[in-house]
């Protein structure tokens, strides 16, 4: 088993640091190779994708990523800003299926922006599509408006397209997850308004016919949007397109507590996969050792079980990070009186030692 660590920047390098032991501890043979990506490898190579670190991740069984970005990279020309190496590697590496679950810990229930009750024992698998919409349609850019009240204008413009196979794919990911579940899949569309959608919502509908055993329901995305904050336990699998996707995740990382808690996986058809925690390189907390390194610590233990075939493996740290909760320490973001703050490299500490503690 061979790994690529690719920590990027802000508190993703110290995150995977926390991670990588994590690892170690489990004494597996897995071979890991560090690589720069990001703002770390714009400065060390001149591009936020380095041709060796993109070799290294094809190369691996799967890649495990910490968060890429800072503010002072803003004023670059957008191919060469850090965020493009995320978007590179979901593309050479086809990486088509995210799944991001948001679970809510017991322990962490009042720890969400939401009533208690609303959010006690969530756990709702995110299923986006990752590769296509408006995120990498063509054509892109700027011009003079060719028509309309505005003629003449510059205005820029983005292109949302999805095809046939590329919907039907992540449809079948998206039932088949079902069926290990609660067997509810709630597709995200904006079937209304925009063509793209409606298209995606026909061929969800058929692809749906081969899976009987698995209930499917049509929901437009503004709806998605409120039903989350309102009544989200009712929701199981909820899959959608790329950007409804990005923003709903986003939403449901917060009824969780925070999005230091929350891992996730984007996969390809040959089960090769990158792991990383859902949220950012956090710039306004980096260098403070401060940061949750869980999301990253469960990121690591999904890709046991989806790349690494590791299951027994992933569970002890799932385990693992539910007994330090236990213990009631908490880093800054998911910290309430009566429990015990801890740095992130503690935190990853307590991790191991709950480990060793199985053993
Ligand atoms: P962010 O997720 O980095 O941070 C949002 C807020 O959550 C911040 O207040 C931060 O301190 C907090 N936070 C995030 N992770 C945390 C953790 N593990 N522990 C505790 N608190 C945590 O989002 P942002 O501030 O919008 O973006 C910062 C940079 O990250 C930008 O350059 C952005 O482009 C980049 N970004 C990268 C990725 C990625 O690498 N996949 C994803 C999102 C944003």
Redesign the pocket.
């Known amino acids: 088993m061979k790994i690529a660590v690719l920590p990027?920047d802000?508190?993703?390098t110290e995150?995977v640091a926390e991670a990588v032991k994590v690892l170690r501890a489990l004494d597996l043979q897995i071979e890991m190779e560090e690589a720069k990506v990001?703002g770390a490898a714009y400065e060390a190579h001149g591009h936020p994708l380095p041709e060796s670190t993109l070799k290294l991740a094809k190369q691996a069984d799967a890649v495990l990523?910490g968060?890429?970005?800072?503010?002072k990279?803003d004023k670059l020309e957008r191919s060469l800003r850090?965020?493009q190496a995320?978007l590179g590697l979901r593309k050479h590496l086809e990486l088509f299926a995210n799944f991001r679950p948001a679970i809510c810990y017991e322990e962490l229930t009042h720890a969400s922006s939401l009533k208690p009750e609303l959010v006690a024992g969530l756990d709702i698998l995110i299923i986006r599509e990752l590769t296509g919409d408006i995120y990498f349609g063509q054509p892109r850019g700027r011009r003079s408006a060719p028509d309309g009240a505005f003629a003449g204008q510059p205005e820029a413009f983005d292109t949302m397209r999805y095809s046939r196979p590329e919907i039907e794919r992540i449809a079948h990911v998206a039932f088949q997850a079902a069926r290990k579940r609660g067997k509810k899949v709630t597709s995200v569309d904006k079937a209304n308004v925009l063509e793209t959608f409606q298209f995606w919502k026909d061929v969800v509908t058929e692809v749906h016919t081969q899976y009987p055993d698995v209930e499917l329901e049509h929901m437009y995305v503004d709806n998605a949007a409120m039903q989350l904050v309102k009544a989200p336990k009712k929701f199981d699998v909820l899959f959608t397109g790329n950007m409804f996707g990005d923003i709903l995740s986003d939403e449901a990382a917060m009824l969780t507590g925070?999005?230091?808690m929350l891992p996730s996986a984007s996969l390809n058809a040959r089960g090769q996969g990158l792991y990383?925690?859902s949220?950012?390189?956090?710039?306004?907390?980096a260098g403070q050792g401060?940061?949750?390194?869980l999301?990253t610590i469960l990121s690591a233990a999904m890709m046991l079980r989806f790349s690494l075939n590791q299951p027994e493996a992933a569970e002890r740290i799932d385990r693992a990070v539910k007994s330090v909760l236990a213990q009631g320490l908490r880093?800054?973001?998911i910290y309430s009186d009566g429990t015990t703050k801890v740095g992130t490299k503690e935190m990853g500490d307590a991790v191991v030692a709950r480990l060793k503690a199985q053993d």
């Open positions: 990027g802000g508190i993703g995150i990001g990523f968060a890429v970005g800072d503010w990279y850090p965020e995320i925070s999005i230091g990383e925690p949220h950012g390189s956090a710039p306004d907390i401060v940061a949750n390194p999301a880093t800054a973001d």
